[in-house]
């Protein structure tokens, strides 16, 4: 296993917000090979504690390997984070100080040819971050209707080419399979040819990603979870990479943050009228210059940070 699993984005960023008490137990939702839970790590005492969460199998077992030296500080769980609430409950833990999603995909994962998350190698179509799971990619291209791959490449990629590469995606697997990832790029190329190809299988095949591994139902679901189980001062923190992932971490931030009424609504004598959290990022927070040179994956990267003020 290379020593090097994934690069984390934006870390200094990220310990401008966290840790904020050093003996407080934390979660990094999205462990990948444990860069920003070392980088967390480091700043608790010896008191603190941080549980990573990570559907990934091969995930986990090299974020051990990186983190070893904090011990029992660190719990690990073969999870999703969609399902924090009740994954912390049953070891014991039911409030947290702080929270960490670094969402998309891992340097590693794009890497190893045999996921089938590349456009750029040949492999079977896959694409599962969770490898036991049993939906992958070539079900979704086999499989799904033609209806409903226009709506996932246009929903998920915004690719304007959706339905004319959903028509022929449709009429090749009447007449055989298409089973590698190289086999998708040739439908896609004969649709879009050569000047656009780039681009729309970029969006293509991160579209198909998404459904495959429910990444915005899935992130959605997280977001409520965390900003509930946070203590007061508790923050959330979450780094994004397209405008999919973006648009639904700052429209949940701003409806928590709210104060006023919605129009034709009234809260009942004991409802709170307090907003949950307050916003700390006006703005996203992007890489600076240096690193984006030194890891252009993190170009496209934007933080976001929430601070949970009612009990």
Known sequence: MEPEYHTPVLVEEVLRYLPTVPDGIYVDGTLGGGGHAEAILMRLSPGGRLIGFDQDREAIASARLRLGQFGDQVTYLHEN??????????????????????????????????RGFSFQTESRLDMRMNREQLLDAWKVVNNYTEQHLAEILWNYGEEKHSRRIAREINIVRSQRAINTTQD??????????????????????QAIRIEVNNELGNLAQALDQILNILYPGGRLVVISYHSLEDRIVKNRFREESKTSIPSGNKFSADQPKHPKVAILTKKPVGPQLDECKNNPRARSAKLRVAERVYP
């Open 184 to 205: 998708l790029v040739e439908v896609i190329r004969s649709v879009v040819g050569e000047k656009f190809l780039q681009k729309s299988l970029a969006r293509v095949f």
């Open 81 to 114: 984070v969609s399902h924090i609430e009740t994954a912390l409950h049953t070891i014991g833990v039911d409030r947290i100080s702080g929270a960490l999603l670094d969402l998309g995909i891992s340097s590693h994962q794009i890497d190893e040819k045999q």
